[in-house]
T-cell receptor, first 116, second 113 residues
Framework: DQQVKQNSPSLSVQEGRISILNCDYT??????FLWYKKYPAEGPTFLIS?????DKNEDGRFTVFLNKSAKHLSLHIVPSQPGDSAVYFCAASGGRSGGGADGLTFGKGTHLIIQP | DVKVTQSSRYLVKRTGEKVFLECVQD?????MFWYRQDPGLGLRLIYF???????EKGDIPEGYSVSREKKERFSLILESASTNQTSMYLC????????????FGPGTRLTVL
């Protein structure tokens, strides 16, 4: 049973426009959400995160919105740039614990393609 | 700047072999993690560790074990490799709370023939 869902395997956006990547989750225990960016043959790179006590977090061109009642979050990138072309993973923590650590539960990823 | 290194970028092994994947981090992080990434499945947590000699099962621990003898090093062991363990293996580390972002290594592409 997939607890974190990214229903769009790919998304194509024109350079300069807004990119919106969506993520849904089912586990009510999740209380912290992260977005990672991944280029081929590299490890994921942390982008931005949000705690469940907030509904918005902003960092430069990146904004994450959280709607707890709908169990939905989205990542907005504006303006989109060619270097943003990558696979974006939504991840969540809070569903398990061991000694204070908590592994992440990832979605399947969305491949964002920025068209020139 | 956090650095997580993995011993090999590419590895080819035969079915039944014992395989060791090594991961080292240089930021004195308490927590370390092993994931595998497969096409269409995203990243899935295999095992994690919150302290030396401590380990916890993740979502898909079957066929794997781990070892953490030193704080900076976390090893993933495939006792008897099988073809369905062909995958990209990613190691990550994070500071104490575990809720902070995890820093990932570059990954090891393992092929089991």
């Amino acid at each position: 049973d997939q607890q974190v869902k990214q229903n769009s395997p790919s998304l194509s956006v024109q350079e300069g426009r807004i990119s919106i990547l969506n993520c849904d989750y089912t586990n009510s225990m999740f209380d912290y959400f992260l977005w990672y960016k991944k280029y081929p043959a590299e490890g994921p790179t942390f982008l931005i995160s949000i705690s469940s006590i907030k509904d918005k977090n902003e960092d430069g061109r990146f904004t994450v919105f959280l709607n707890k009642s709908a169990k939905h979050l989205s990542l907005h990138i504006v303006p989109s740039q060619p270097g943003d072309s990558a696979v974006y993973f939504c991840a969540a923590s809070g569903g398990r614990s061991g000694g204070g650590a908590d592994g992440l539960t990832f979605g399947k990823g969305t491949h964002l393609i920025i068209q020139p | 700047d956090v650095k997580v290194t993995q011993s090999s970028r590419y590895l080819v092994k035969r079915t039944g072999e014992k395989v060791f994947l090594e991961c080292v981090q240089d930021m004195d992080h308490e927590n370390m993690f092993w994931y595998r990434q497969d096409p269409g499945l995203g990243l899935r947590l295999i095992y994690f560790s919150y302290d030396v000699k401590m380990k916890e099962k993740g979502d898909i621990p079957e066929g794997y074990s781990v070892s953490r003898e030193k704080k900076e090093r976390f090893s993933l062991i495939l006792e008897s490799a099988s073809t369905n363990q062909t995958s990209m293996y990613l190691c990550a580390s994070s500071p104490t709370s575990g809720r902070n972002e995890q820093f990932f290594g570059p990954g090891t592409r393992l092929t089991v023939l």
